[in-house]
């Protein structure tokens, strides 16, 4: 991770004591991220493994497996992989006109809370638009392939946490989008409580999720299954 990618997106703050956190580099060559001492003397520290800032706690999560599925099939969603339209199109409906014209913006930078990137099927479309200043996040192990697919620049970044704990301050983004991801975590409410609070004042915040069709709710195996299987060991997703 290259510090001067850092600087002129909105600052990382240590989620537990909220305090801004700083780049170290150690004599080691491992680099992490680490608050000043807290007031009961102790200080914060994240490890900052591949270029990638892990602000998470130890042991597994309910994501681990999205996280080896879109390692493993890191360019099926892309658009410049399948050779159609289907993410550009999903992302500008959602978006729609005010969203486009604030990603337009010209001689002024947009700052995008990506939620959810997985391998970066939206961070491409995004990234197309100059004035995006786009901080990809995910809970899991995704955020590899989002680096390999999309490597990050000035105008990009790349961190490992959970929106329930971010690591940012309140309200420092103009555009924060979460799409196809709330109906995978375990309390959609308070999940979209936390993206809310993560938009400046006048800003965007662009959601969407299943639709309850027929189908769907016919699914009843599927229905049944899914809170098990999300908390099965990402090794046995093979």
Excluded at 29 to 56: C, E, Q
Excluded at 164 to 174: Q, R, S, T
Aim: net charge positive; glycine share 8%; hydrophobic share 35%.
């Amino acid at each position: 991770m290259n510090q001067d990618f850092h600087k002129d997106f909105p600052a990382y703050i240590d989620p537990l004591s909220g305090q801004y956190l700083k780049l170290i580099k150690a004599e080691d060559g491992n680099s992490y991220l680490t608050s000043v001492i807290d007031k009961v003397g102790k200080a914060s520290k994240y490890s900052v493994s591949k270029g990638i800032p892990r602000l998470l706690p130890t042991g597994g999560n309910y994501a681990d497996a999205f996280g080896e599925q879109w390692l493993r099939w890191r360019k099926t969603q892309l658009d410049s992989y399948s050779g159609t339209t289907i993410t550009k199109s999903r992302l500008y409906r959602c978006l729609g006109e005010s969203g486009i014209d604030l990603l337009s913006r010209l001689n002024c930078s947009t700052h995008v809370l990506e939620v959810g990137c997985g391998a970066g099927r939206f961070t491409e479309i995004l990234l197309q638009f100059p004035s995006a200043r786009v901080t990809s996040l995910d809970l899991s192990s995704a955020v590899d392939a989002n680096q390999i697919n999309f490597p990050q620049t000035k105008n990009h970044r790349i961190i490992q946490a959970d929106i329930m704990h971010a690591p940012f301050e309140v309200g420092g983004f103009d555009l924060v989008i979460c799409l196809g991801v709330i109906q995978h975590t375990p309390n959609p409410e308070a999940t979209i409580s936390k993206l809310f609070e993560q938009v400046r004042p006048g800003g965007m915040l662009v959601i969407d999720h299943y639709t309850p069709d027929i189908k769907r709710l016919t699914k009843i195996t599927a229905l049944l299954l899914r809170p098990v299987i999300k908390r099965l060991p990402s090794s046995l997703s093979d």
